[in-house]
């Protein structure tokens, strides 16, 4: 029986398997890992663990938590958000205390926030939670927050303007947890309720709620459910056309230079609109005009310099190209100058602190962004220290403290929360480009012979089936021819497997300069190569194999013996339209089995 060395059929990947998973809930992909991990602790069998099983979970913590490691993190996560209602209910109750708030709304409000923790709470312990599409209940807590922020706002007063400011963790959790179109859903329903709130509160109450006033805070609100569709949109062009001439002319014809003012336009539709809003407030007598020229003025004059550094290219000399940080430093300029100009709006411009950090979410680091949200609070803290120094009677001390306070309570856990997105973004981009590597592995392993790396016999009959169908349409005829290799026992018995593995690699290499761009070879099996030539007739077939005849007779087979020439014999077929892929192997096998007969060394047609 003859010793041939068969394609090595090593297919193995050491470590964890590989599998694709698509999202279990509602959330987010990375709001629950990606797999469940099968837990030796928890479950009685082996595998990669999740984190929280790593360590001995105490008996206090599965009492409150659950013994579920998936449960446990969704409770987790509700009692987080609980403790910050817990923050808010203190904030109320403080400004009740000292006359700021009615007393009994603010104890009513009090009593559902702490009924909506509970409420979440018992769901999520006792695993009703899972009759749900999302066992999370993302949604329902995103809601929830969201109305009874619009039901304070209703008898916030003056504290309303930092009431509003509470909207923006609500919005930015909902956008990380969610899947684009709730993150849509969720917006709409925050902008059409806080204008419903507004208009109800002019026309019921015109002297505490001017409609100038309420028309600036619905106008910032807008700016941030807008921003939010934007980023959950996907990006479109034209790709013909005037549309398409006047975005090359405003965009540029580079992607990545593209997406980055298309960004950024964002970003100045917002200066645009906050200076429409800061020249009502200039009519109305509510900003002196000079001070709101002048913030006009610089607010337009950013808008114009950062545009031309993006259209014109100068950007790119710079570490990072998108320019988010200098944009951030110099949008948080704009909100306190803002704020020192307003009057009695002036809370309203708070809230812009939150969309300024948001927008730099995407492109700035942890480290950037917790720089960013200490710049907004020293910066705004001590503006409002000042206007409290300088205009008491117009920035009183415990107002100034009250929205302080709130921009404590929402600026850091914003930071928090883009830094978290941040790491998870690199962490998800790895994965990404581990998983591509292992793709492309898989699929040259799929398609190549690991020895010679030539197509695979699998891969070649899909390439032959193509290539029938191609010269069965367009009357072109191919060639098909098996090659064998001459006393390849031989070498194998006399020098070594190795030797003969190298013969295989030379063989092929050899093969592939002698083809044409348009032929196919690949390893058939042991020494065994099967050629395509297309669009050629049976003699231009055997013309073409008599000259990789003369190279393979002439060229040294092995780096280690020199001297070590091999022969190959070749049946040759050409294709016909009657026949299938099969017959026309068929009668080249047989066509190469007569060459042997023949004394080998030398090609048959058949």
């Not at 066992?135 to 504290?159: E, I």
């Not at 704020?339 to 730099?360: C, D, K, N, P, W």
């Not at 680091?365 to 609070?377: G, N, P």
Request: proline share 4%; charged share 15%; glycine share 8%.
């Amino acid at each position: 029986m003859a010793v041939t060395n068969t394609p090595k059929k090593h297919l193995s990947v050491v470590g964890a398997p590989l599998a694709i998973h698509g999202p279990a809930t509602e959330a987010a992909p990375h709001a629950e890992p990606l797999t469940a991990p099968p837990v030796a602790a928890e479950t009685g069998t082996t595998g990669m663990a999740h984190p929280d099983t790593l360590r001995q979970v105490g008996p206090l913590t599965r009492l409150v938590l659950g013994d579920d490691w998936k449960q446990r993190l969704r409770t987790r996560r509700s009692l987080m958000g609980g403790f910050n209602y817990l923050v808010f209910i203190v904030l109320l109750n403080l400004a009740a205390r000292y006359g700021w708030l009615p007393e009994v709304p603010v104890h009513q409000v009090s009593f559902v926030l702490l009924a909506m923790v509970a409420a979440f709470y018992t769901l999520l312990r006792s695993g009703l939670n899972r009759q749900f599409a999302d066992p999370s209940l993302t949604m329902p807590q995103m809601l929830l927050p969201a109305t009874v922020t619009a039901w304070v706002y209703t008898f916030g007063g003056p504290l309303r303007d930092g009431v509003l400011l509470m909207l923006a963790p609500v919005l930015l959790f909902g956008f990380r947890n969610l899947r684009p179109g709730k993150v849509r859903l969720l917006s709409g329903y925050v902008l059409a309720l806080m204008g419903g709130v507004m208009v109800w509160l002019v026309h019921t109450d015109p002297q505490n709620h001017d409609m100038g006033g309420e028309l600036v805070r619905f106008m910032l609100v807008a700016v941030v459910v807008v921003t939010l569709w934007q980023y959950t949109s996907n990006d479109t062009e034209e790709s013909s056309g005037v549309l398409h001439a006047l975005g090359v002319m405003l965009f540029t014809d580079d992607a990545r230079q593209r997406l980055r003012i298309q960004r950024y336009m964002m970003a100045a539709a917002n200066f645009v609109i906050c200076t429409i809003v800061l020249a009502y407030a200039v009519s109305t007598g509510a900003v002196e005009a000079r001070l709101g020229w002048w913030l006009g003025c610089y607010m337009m004059a950013n808008v114009g310099v950062f545009y031309a550094l993006l259209r014109s290219g100068l950007n790119l000399h710079f570490a990072d190209p998108s320019l988010t940080l200098p944009q951030i430093m110099v949008a948080l300029t704009c909100v306190v100058w803002s704020y020192a100009i307003l009057g009695e709006s002036r809370g309203a411009a708070l809230i812009l602190l939150a969309l300024i950090l948001m927008f730099g979410m995407f492109n700035l680091t942890a480290k950037q962004t917790r720089m960013a949200a200490f710049f907004a609070l020293c910066s705004q803290g001590l503006t409002m220290l000042f206007m409290a120094t300088l205009a008491p009677d117009r920035y009183p001390v415990r107002q100034e403290m009250v929205n302080f306070l709130f921009a404590c309570t929402s600026l850091p856990t914003i930071s928090v929360l883009s830094g978290q997105l941040s790491t998870l973004r690199h962490r998800l981009q790895s994965r990404k480009d581990e998983l591509a590597e292992a793709l492309a592995r898989i699929q040259t392993l799929a398609t190549r012979d690991e020895l010679t790396g030539l197509f695979n016999r699998r891969h070649m009959m899909e390439t032959l089936a193509l290539q029938k169908k191609f010269s069965d349409k367009g009357g072109r005829i191919f060639c098909i021819g098996i090659l064998d290799i001459d006393h390849f026992k031989h070498v194998n018995d006399t020098h070594g497997h190795g030797v003969g593995d190298e013969v295989l690699r030379h063989f092929a290499q050899h093969a592939q300069s002698v083809m044409r761009d348009s032929d196919v070879i690949a390893r058939w099996g042991g020494e065994e190569f099967l050629l395509m030539l297309t669009d050629c007739r049976l003699d231009q077939a055997e013309a073409g194999l008599e000259r990789l005849r003369e190279v393979i007779n002439a060229a040294p087979m092995a780096d280690t013996i020199p001297g070590l020439r091999v022969t190959f014999s070749s049946g040759l077929t050409e294709q016909r339209y009657e026949e299938t892929i099969d017959q026309t192997i068929e009668r080249a096998d047989q066509a190469l089995y007569r060459a042997k007969r023949g004394g080998r060394n030398r090609t048959v047609a058949g």
